[in-house]
C-alpha cells in the first residue's frame, strides 16, 4: 500500500507539472494508449522496454507488477520525445528468472491512459558471457547475469575492489593455461553470495568433462604478518617473469605484512572447483590460496571442490572462517602455516577416490592429509621450527574424512592432522575417520615443545593442544612414537580411538567406505547418528589460552564434529559434490 | 739368372723399406730444423741466418721462425744464428745421429738487452719448460702455460687435470676451471685460438676433461686483458693447443692399465645399456621415443588410459643397474707425425694422433644430505639424509690431424681439425629418509651422459718483408651434449612390526617415482678471424702496431624432456614388484588401470643465437730500452637472442644488443739481472649466460632446482689492475709476485627466491658490485743451491690467496639468499707445489705433486642458512718415468694418494661426501 501511495502521489504532481508545461499546447487533448510495445528481458535483472511515442503526448508512465498477480506500481516515467520516435527505458535491478508485468500509462495533459500489460521473465543467472583479460585496477562489479571467464592471471590490484553479485559464475579458461583470480595486497573482493545463489569459481570445460587442475584457483594476499623473514613469493607466481604485465603470472609476494587486521574483503557461499592448475612443476595452486590475509577479512560457507593441491591453504595471516567444505581435494585439505593465526570452526572434508588430473597440470601428492599444519619452514625461517609467531590457529567442530587407502593418500600421507614443523594451535571438538596411516602424527620435537612437551597439554601455559577428537576407522591414533615422533595421551585429552567404530556409524548418512559418492550427490548428512558417540563429548567450556584465543568467535560445543546434533544442515543446497 | 738378381733386387729393396733406418746408418748426415723465438716477444723470427759452424751450410728462417736444415755431417755439431738487431747466438753440442732430424728451438734476445754475443749449449736451450717460462716471459700480459712435457711428467690424463697446475687455477668436478676464483663465466676457452663452445645448458663453460692429455702442446692460461682478446674475458682466457708437428717423420704409442682402489676387482652397479655406451656410440637407440615427441608437453590433450599406457609402455624397461665386477682402466694412443714432401714435393708437417681411455670409477662412502634451519639463528639440522655409492663407466676418445705447409718462403697454411667425444654411464644407488614425506626411501638413478667436440680450422700466416705479417683463420667448431634417457625408481622402504622384514614399494604418488628424463644441447660456433701487425724502429727498440677483427655466429639448441609415471591408488601388491616387473607390459594391457604419466621438464627448453663482431687496435711502444708501453682498444658488438616457450605456453624472447668499448694500457718495465715488472689496467666484462636471460621457469633437471631466468641482466663491466714482478735468475727457474684487483659491476650471481610451503627458485641478478683482490707467487727453481747432487731436482710451487666481497641489492630479486659474502665459487688460496727429478740423459723422471683449494663457496646460503662450502682437500700425486729399452719407456702413475674426502658442508651439515679411492696407473711408451 505504501508504495502504491507514494506512487499515486508522483503521479499526481508529475501530471501538476506536466498539465502546467503543457498549457502551451495548442493539440487537442485525445490520449490514446500506447500500442506495440515490447518488453525483453537482457539479463537476470534487467527488462527493456520498447515502444513509439505519438505526437503530442506528454509523457510515459511506466508500471510494473511481478509474477502472475501482483498489483501494478509505478517504477519510472518518460517524457516524450519532441517528434514521435521509439522510446526505450530499461528496468534494473530485478529478481532472476522472475515473470514480471508491465504496462505503460500515457499521458497527455491531465489526461491519461494504460497501455495492455506485456508480460516477460528475467533471464537466468549467466546469460550473458565476458572475458577477464587484464588486472583490474579500479573497482569493479561482475554482475550474476553474465558467465564471466578468467583468461590468464587475473589480478586484482592494489586499491581496487572487486564486488562480484551473488549467483555469479565466473570460469577459469582451461585453454589458457593457470587461469587464475588474484586478489594482491591491498585489494578486496566482496564475493558474498547467498545459500540461494552461491557465487561458483569452476573450470571452462562442461559439466562431465572437467577434472582437477583445470585451471589456476583463487587467490587473496593481505598485509598481515607471516613468520618467514624476507621475500616470499606465492608458489607458482613468476613463470612469466618479475613485470608487471597484466593477465600474465608475473611474480607476487605476500611476506613483510605489519598489519594482522588487514581486511581483504568477504567470501561468503563461494565455490571454487577443478582449481590446482601448476604453473611450474610441483607448484600447483590451491583451490582457496589465503596468503598473509588479515583479521578484518570475513570468510563463511566457502566450499573447494576436486582441487589438485590443497583444498585451502593458509600462509601466515589470521582470519576467522566459518563453515568450510572441502570435497576431493588432492593434497591437504587444510594446510595452514608460516604463523597462521586464524580460527576455524564447522570444518567438513570428505575424500573417497583420486579425481581425474588434468593431463600436464601436475600430479597427485605423495602425503595428503586432512589438516597439515608447519611452523616454518624454508628460508627467512630465521629460527627454524621455533619462528615466531607460531603457526597457531583454533581449529573446533571438524568432520575430516579420508579415503582410507594410503594408496590414494599417497606414501607420507594419510594423517587425519600432521602437526609438524614446530606448529601450535588448538584442535578441538573434531572427528577423523578413515585415516589410513593414522588419526594424528605429531613430528619432531619442536612441535611437541610447543605442548610443553608434555602428553597432556596444560591449556593454561601450552601453544598446543588436541582435545576432545574422535578417531574412527583408522589404526592408530597417534603415529608409532620414535626419536621424533611423539604423542599425546588418549584419555588425559578426551581422545577417544573408536577402533573397531566406523565412520558410517558415526553420521546420519555418509557413503560407505571406499564407495566414490555420484556426482550431485546431496545426500551427505555429517549431522551425528542417533546414539553417536559424536553427539555428545565435546568442550564446551575453553579454558586458559584456548579461551583467550577463541574469543567470542569459536566458542565450545557439546558435541563433537562440524555438524550439532538436530541442528542445521547447513552444508546443504550451496555446496556441490561433483567430480567431472 | 736375370730372374734370381731380380729377385734379389727385390728384396733388397723391401728389406730397404721395412728397415730404413739401417738403410740410413750408411748415410753419415743427419738433419737439424727447429724454431727461432723472439725471446722479447715470443713470437718466431724470420730471416735469422742460422749457420752449421765449421761448414757451408745454413738456410735463413721461414715466416714463423722455422728452419731445416739438411745433410748436415753426423757427430756433435755447433750452429750459429745472426740477425740484426739481435744478439748472436751460438748453440753448441748438438748430438747429431746419422740418418736423424734433430730438433732444436732457440731464443735470440734484442741486442739492446745483451751486447755480447751468447754461447749456450744444446741441453740449455732445449726444454719445454723453458718454452713455457718464454711464453710467461715473452707475453704482454700475464700468463701461465702447462706444457706437452710437463704434462707428459704429470699423472694428467685431460686438460682439466693438466690445466690445475697452473697457479691461480682451481678446478671443480674434474672438470671446470675457475680462475683465481672467479666462477666459471668469468672464464672463457678456446682451442688453438678459437672459442669453443659450451656443452652445458646451464652454463657457459667448458668441461676441459673432454681434450686427452695426449693431444695436447700446451695450455695458457692469460690473466691480463689485452685489445687482441675476447672482451668477454675477466678471469682468464685458457688456451688449449693441440699438438704441433715434428721435425721429421716419428712414431708414438703407448698403452696403460689402471687400478682404482674403489672400483676395480670389486663389486659395483653398473648401468643397463643399449650397447654402444662403450665408445660413446648410443646412436638413437637412447633417443626420446617418437610417441612422446610427439605428444610434447601434453597440453590440450585428454589422454584415455589406453593412451597413457601406450605411452608408458614407450619406454625402455630399465631401471636397476646391474651387479657387475669393475674392469681395470685401459688407456692407449698413438701419434704419427712429420714434417714430408708429400704433395709434389711440397712440404707439409703433419700430426695425425689418437687417443682412447676407458675406465670405471666409484665415488664410495658416498653421503648427501640436506641442511635445514635449527632453532638458533644460523644453525643447521640434517634432514634427507641419503648413503650411497655411485660407479660410473667412462670412456673418452678423440684424434686430431694438424696440417701445415709453407706456401712460398712467406706463407704458411694451417689446418687443424679435432674430433673428441666422450661418455659417462653412471649408476647411483643410495638409501635414506625424506623430512617432507616421513618415509624412508632407496633410489635408484642411471644416467649418461655423452659429449662431443668438433672443430676444424683453417688459417694461415703471411710474411710480408720484416715489418707487416697478416695471419688468418675460419673455424667451425660444434659441441653436443646428450643425456638420453635418464632414469630414476624410488622405492619406500617399508618395515614389518618392529622393525623386522624390511619390504621395498614403488613410491608410486608424487612425480619423482618414476622418472625418465631426455635432454640434448648443440651449439654451433662459426668464426673468423684476422690480424694484421706492423713491425718499425730499430732492432731491439721495435715498436708494433696492431689491428683486427672478429666474427662470431653462435647458436644453440637446448631440449630438455622429462616424464613422471606414477600409479595413483596403485595397491601394495603392485608397488612390491620390481621396476621391470611393474614395466614389463603387464600394466600396460587395454584394461589395466595403473599407470598415469606427467610432462615434468615444461619450459626447460631453449634456442638461442648470438653474433659477436669485434675489431680493435693495439700499439707497442718501445719507450725506452727497458720500457715497453702496450695500449689498445677493442671494441665489440653483440647481438644475443634467446627464446624459449614458458610453461604456459606463451613463447618469450629476449633480446639483448651491447657494444662496448674495452680499453686496456699495460707497461713491462725491464729491470736489470733479468727482472721484468708489468703493470696492466683494462676494462673487459661478462656477459649472461644464455638460459640465465630467459625469463621462464623450469625444473633444472640436472639438480632438481626450479630455475628462472631474468631478461633484465646487464652485462657486467670489470675493471682490472694487475702488477707483476718476475725474475728470471736462470733458464727454467722464474720468481714471481703478482697482485691483482678486480672491480666488478653489477657482477652476475646465482641466488635464491623463496616462495610459500618451503620452496624457493634458483634465479639470476645483478649483484651492485664485487670486488676481488689476490696475491699471486710462483717459483720454480733449481735445488742446486741446496747441495749440487740435487742440481737436476727442481722444485716449483705456485700459491694464490685472495678474497672477494660480493654486495647483493636488499629487493625482491633475492630475497633468500646471503647477501653479503665471497663470490660463489671463489677459494680464499690455491696451491700447488711440486718436486722433479730428472736424469741426466732426460729418460727417467720423478714428479711429485700437490694440490689444495681452500674452502670455497659453492652456492650461497639459502637464508638464514650459511653458505655451502665445498672443503679443502689436499691431492698428491707421484708420477715415474723409466726407461726400459730402447724406445720404450715405462710410466707409473700414482693418484690421488691422500685420498681425502671430497666434502661439501653447510653449517653442521654434510651436503655431500665420498671418496675416489687411491689409484695406480701403469704404462708404456713407445717411441721410436
Not at chain 1, 187 to 202: E, L, R, W
Not at chain 2, 732 to 746: C, R
Request: with cysteine.
Amino acid at each position: 500500500m505504501i508504495p502504491f501511495r507514494r506512487s499515486a502521489l508522483a503521479a499526481f504532481l508529475a501530471a501538476v507539472s506536466l498539465s502546467a508545461c503543457s498549457s502551451d499546447s495548442s493539440t487537442a487533448p485525445t490520449v490514446t494508449p500506447v500500442i506495440g510495445a515490447s518488453a525483453t528481458a537482457v539479463s537476470s535483472s534487467a527488462v527493456k522496454l520498447s515502444f513509439s511515442s505519438k505526437s503530442g503526448d506528454t509523457g510515459y508512465n511506466i508500471e510494473r507488477a511481478e509474477g502472475a498477480a501482483g498489483t501494478f506500481a509505478q517504477v519510472g516515467t518518460v517524457a516524450a520525445p519532441a517528434s514521435a520516435g521509439t522510446v526505450t527505458y530499461t528496468d534494473a535491478n530485478l529478481k532472476v528468472t522472475t515473470v514480471y508485468r508491465y504496462r505503460i500509462i500515457t499521458v497527455r495533459g491531465t489526461t491519461s491512459v494504460a497501455s495492455a500489460e506485456i508480460s516477460v521473465t528475467t533471464l537466468a543467472f549467466g546469460s550473458a558471457a565476458a572475458d577477464l583479460t587484464t588486472d583490474i585496477t579500479t573497482s569493479r562489479t561482475l554482475y550474476a547475469d553474465t558467465t564471466y571467464t578468467l583468461k590468464g592471471f587475473v589480478h586484482v590490484a592494489n586499491g581496487a575492489t572487486l564486488t562480484i553479485q551473488p549467483g555469479t559464475t565466473i570460469k577459469g579458461d582451461y585453454t589458457i593455461l593457470g587461469s587464475s583470480l588474484m586478489v594482491l595486497r591491498g585489494a578486496k573482493i566482496q564475493a558474498v553470495g547467498t545459500a540461494d545463489a552461491p557465487i561458483v569459481f569452476t573450470s571452462s570445460r562442461a559439466a562431465g568433462q572437467r577434472q582437477a587442475g583445470d585451471w589456476g584457483g583463487l587467490i587473496i594476499v593481505g598485509n598481515a604478518p607471516i613468520n618467514r623473514s624476507g621475500s616470499v613469493e606465492i608458489e607458482g607466481s613468476g613463470t612469466d617473469g618479475q613485470t608487471v604485465v597484466g593477465g600474465k603470472n608475473y611474480q607476487v609476494l605476500y611476506s613483510g605484512g605489519n598489519t594482522p587486521t588487514d581486511n581483504s574483503g568477504e567470501l561468503k557461499y563461494v565455490r571454487v572447483e577443478f582449481a590446482g592448475f601448476a604453473p611450474s612443476l610441483n607448484n600447483e595452486l590451491n583451490a582457496f590460496t589465503f596468503a598473509a590475509v588479515g583479521s578484518g577479512t570475513k570468510v563463511s560457507y566457502v566450499n573447494a571442490v576436486a582441487g589438485l593441491d590443497d583444498s585451502f591453504e593458509f600462509f601466515g595471516g589470521g582470519f576467522d572462517l566459518s563453515y568450510g567444505v572441502a570435497f576431493e581435494g588432492e593434497d591437504d585439505q587444510f594446510d595452514m602455516s608460516e604463523g597462521f593465526q586464524g580460527r576455524l570452526q564447522f570444518l567438513i572434508s570428505y575424500k573417497s577416490t583420486n579425481v581425474p588430473i588434468r593431463t600436464g597440470a601436475g600430479s597427485y601428492a605423495t602425503d595428503m592429509e586432512g589438516i597439515e599444519n608447519d611452523g616454518c619452514n624454508g628460508s627467512g625461517c630465521d629460527l627454524g621450527f621455533d619462528t615466531a609467531p607460531f603457526t597457531q590457529p583454533v581449529v573446533a567442530n571438524f568432520t575430516l574424512i579420508g579415503p582410507a587407502s594410503q594408496s590414494i593418500t599417497g606414501a607420507g600421507g594419510g594423517f587425519g592432522m600432521m602437526l609438524r614443523r614446530g606448529t601450535g594451535g588448538y584442535y578441538v571438538n573434531g572427528v577423523l575417520a578413515r585415516y589410513p596411516a593414522a588419526g594424528i602424527s605429531l613430528r619432531d620435537a619442536a612441535t611437541f615443545a610447543r605442548a610443553g612437551s608434555a602428553v597432556i597439554p596444560n591449556l593454561a601455559t601450552a601453544d598446543l593442544a588436541v582435545k576432545n577428537v574422535y578417531i574412527a576407522e583408522t589404526p592408530l591414533a597417534f603415529q608409532a612414537p620414535s626419536a621424533t615422533q611423539n604423542a599425546f595421551d588418549l584419555a588425559g585429552n578426551s581422545i577417544t580411538h573408536g577402533s573397531a567404530i566406523t565412520a558410517a556409524s558415526l553420521f546420519a548418512s555418509i557413503p560407505a567406505t571406499g564407495a566414490a559418492p555420484a556426482n550431485g550427490e546431496t545426500a551427505f548428512d555429517f549431522t551425528p547418528a542417533t546414539n553417536s558417540p559424536i553427539a555428545t563429548g565435546g568442550l564446551a567450556t575453553f579454558t586458559g589460552k584456548l579461551a583467550a584465543k577463541a574469543g567470542t568467535a569459536v566458542v565450545g560445543t557439546a558435541y563433537l564434529g562440524a555438524a550439532a546434533p538436530g541442528g542445521a544442515k547447513w552444508w546443504q543446497g550451496w555446496t556441490n559434490y561433483v567430480r567431472n | 739368372m736375370r730372374l734370381s738378381l731380380r729377385l734379389l733386387s727385390l728384396f733388397a729393396y723391401a728389406a730397404a723399406l721395412t728397415a730404413p733406418s739401417s738403410l740410413a746408418a750408411q748415410d753419415r748426415h743427419g738433419r737439424i730444423v727447429g724454431r727461432v723465438i723472439d725471446a722479447a716477444t715470443g713470437l718466431g723470427l724470420p730471416d735469422v741466418g742460422v749457420q752449421v759452424v765449421g761448414t757451408t751450410q745454413g738456410t735463413a728462417t721461414g715466416v714463423d721462425g722455422r728452419f731445416s736444415i739438411g745433410r748436415v755431417g753426423a757427430g756433435t755439431v755447433t750452429i750459429h744464428l745472426r740477425r740484426i738487431g739481435f744478439t748472436p747466438k751460438t748453440v753448441t753440442g748438438l748430438m747429431l745421429e746419422p740418418g736423424q732430424s734433430l730438433e732444436q728451438s732457440i731464443t735470440l734476445e734484442p741486442a739492446t738487452f745483451r751486447l755480447t754475443a751468447q754461447v749456450v749449449t744444446a741441453a740449455a736451450e732445449r726444454g719445454t719448460v723453458t718454452e713455457a717460462l718464454d711464453r710467461q716471459r715473452n707475453s704482454t700480459g700475464v700468463v701461465s702455460a702447462v706444457t706437452a712435457e710437463q704434462i707428459q711428467k704429470s699423472p694428467d690424463g685431460n686438460a682439466a687435470q693438466a690445466v690445475q697446475r697452473v697457479s691461480g687455477v682451481t678446478v671443480q668436478d674434474g672438470k671446470y676451471v675457475f680462475v683465481r676464483g672467479l666462477g666459471e663465466r668469468y672464464t672463457t676457452s678456446s682451442l688453438n685460438g678459437a672459442r669453443v663452445p659450451s656443452p652445458e645448458p646451464e652454463k657457459r663453460v667448458v668441461p676441459l676433461d673432454l681434450f686427452p692429455a695426449g693431444l695436447l702442446q700446451s695450455i695458457t692460461t692469460t690473466k691480463t686483458f689485452t685489445p687482441d682478446q675476447p672482451g668477454d674475458f675477466s678471469g682468464a682466457q685458457v688456451d688449449i693447443k693441440t699438438r704441433e708437428f715434428p721435425a721429421e717423420r716419428a712414431y708414438s704409442a703407448q698403452v696403460g692399465s689402471g687400478y682404482a682402489a674403489g672400483a676395480t676387482g670389486r663389486d659395483v652397479h653398473l648401468a643397463q645399456g643399449v650397447g654402444g655406451e662403450r665408445f660413446a656410440m648410443v646412436g638413437n637407440k637412447r633417443a626420446l621415443p617418437a610417441l612422446l615427441r610427439e605428444v610434447g608437453n601434453f597440453q590440450g590433450l585428454n589422454l584415455s588410459q589406453g593412451d597413457k599406457n601406450l605411452i608408458v609402455s614407450q619406454f625402455r624397461n630399465a631401471w636397476s643397474p646391474l651387479a657387475a665386477t669393475g674392469s681395470p682402466n685401459l688407456n692407449g694412443s698413438f701419434a704419427v707425425g712429420g714434417d714430408d714432401p708429400l704433395l709434389f714435393g711440397q712440404r707439409i708437417g703433419y700430426l695425425v694422433s689418437g687417443t682412447l681411455s676407458q675406465g670405471v670409477d666409484t665415488k664410495n662412502d658416498q653421503v648427501r644430505a640436506l641442511a635445514d634451519r635449527g632453532t638458533v639463528k644460523g644453525s643447521t639440522t640434517e634432514i634427507d639424509r641419503f648413503t650411497g655409492a655411485t660407479t660410473s663407466q667412462s670412456v673418452l676418445w678423440g684424434g686430431l690431424a694438424n696440417l701445415s705447409t709453407m706456401a712460398g718462403r712467406h706463407s704458411r697454411l694451417l689446418f687443424n681439425a679435432l674430433y673428441n667425444r666422450s661418455a659417462d654411464n653412471s649408476t647411483r644407488t643410495e638409501r635414506g629418509s625424506f623430512e617432507n614425506e616421513g618415509i624412508e626411501a632407496r633410489i635408484q638413478r642411471m644416467q649418461y651422459v655423452q659429449r662431443s667436440v668438433r672443430s676444424v680450422q683453417m688459417g694461415a700466416e703471411h710474411a710480408v718483408g720484416e715489418a707487416h705479417t697478416f695471419d688468418w683463420a675460419v673455424t667451425d667448431a660444434r659441441v653436443n651434449r646428450d643425456e638420453p634417457d635418464r632414469s630414476e625408481f624410488v622405492q619406500q622402504i617399508e618395515r614389518g612390526p618392529s622393525g623386522s622384514g624390511e619390504v621395498l614399494r614403488w613410491l608410486s604418488t608424487g612425480n619423482g617415482g618414476a622418472v625418465r628424463t631426455f635432454s640434448t644441447l648443440r651449439e654451433t660456433n662459426r668464426e673468423g678471424r684476422a690480424n694484421y701487425q706492423l713491425v718499425f724502429g730499430p732492432a731491439g727498440a721495435q715498436h708494433r702496431i696492431k689491428v683486427g677483427g672478429l666474427v662470431r655466429h653462435t647458436d644453440r639448441d637446448a631440449d630438455t624432456r622429462a616424464f613422471s609415471i606414477s600409479a595413483p591408488g596403485a595397491p601394495d601388491s603392485v608397488r612390491a614388484l620390481r621396476p621391470e616387473q611393474i614395466f614389463d607390459g603387464r600394466f600396460a594391457t587395454a584394461n589395466s588401470h595403473v599407470f598415469d604419466i606427467a610432462p615434468l621438464a615444461q619450459g626447460g627448453s631453449y634456442g638461442a643465437r648470438d653474433r659477436l663482431a669485434a675489431a680493435y687496435l693495439m700499439g707497442e711502444w718501445a719507450a725506452a730500452r727497458w720500457l715497453r708501453v702496450i695500449g689498445g682498444a677493442r671494441a665489440e658488438w653483440d647481438q644475443l637472442d634467446v627464446n624459449a616457450v614458458s610453461t604456459l605456453g606463451s613463447p618469450l624472447s629476449t633480446a639483448k644488443r651491447w657494444n662496448d668499448l674495452l680499453p686496456s694500457l699495460a707497461a713491462t718495465l725491464t729491470l736489470p739481472r733479468d727482472q721484468q715488472l708489468r703493470l696492466s689496467a683494462s676494462r673487459t666484462l661478462a656477459r649472461p649466460e644464455y638460459r640465465e636471460l630467459s625469463p621462464i621457469k623450469s625444473r633444472d633437471v640436472l639438480n632438481g632446482d626450479d630455475v628462472q631466468g631474468n631478461d633484465q641482466l646487464a652485462r657486467t663491466s670489470v675493471v682490472n689492475l694487475d702488477a707483476r714482478w718476475e725474475w728470471y735468475p736462470h733458464a727454467n727457474e722464474v720468481l714471481s709476485v703478482a697482485v691483482f684487483h678486480k672491480t666488478f659491476d653489477q657482477p652476475i650471481e646465482r641466488v635464491y627466491r623463496a616462495a610459500g610451503s618451503g620452496t624457493r627458485t634458483v634465479f639470476y641478478a645483478n649483484a651492485q658490485r664485487a670486488q676481488n683482490l689476490g696475491l699471486e707467487l710462483e717459483a720454480r727453481k733449481s735445488l742446486s743451491m741446496v747441495a749440487d747432487w740435487l742440481a737436476s731436482v727442481q722444485a716449483f710451487t705456485n700459491l694464490t690467496v685472495m678474497q672477494s666481497r660480493i654486495e647483493l641489492p636488499v629487493n625482491t630479486q633475492a630475497s633468500a639468499t646471503n647477501l653479503t659474502r665471497r663470490m660463489v665459487g671463489q677459494a680464499p688460496f690455491v696451491l700447488n707445489s711440486g718436486l722433479t727429478w730428472v736424469s741426466r740423459s732426460g729418460t727417467s723422471s720423478v714428479t711429485v705433486l700437490f694440490n689444495m683449494v681452500g674452502d670455497r663457496i659453492d652456492a650461497a646460503g639459502d637464508a638464514p642458512l650459511p653458505d655451502v662450502i665445498d672443503r679443502a682437500r689436499g691431492v698428491l700425486d707421484l708420477s715415474l718415468r723409466l726407461p726400459v729399452s730402447g724406445a720404450l719407456t715405462a710410466r707409473v702413475d700414482a693418484k690421488n694418494l691422500l685420498d681425502a674426502p671430497y666434502r661439501t658442508t653447510q653449517g653442521t651439515v654434510t651436503r655431500e661426501s665420498y671418496r675416489i679411492g687411491r689409484g695406480v696407473q701403469a704404462g708404456l711408451s713407445w717411441r721410436p
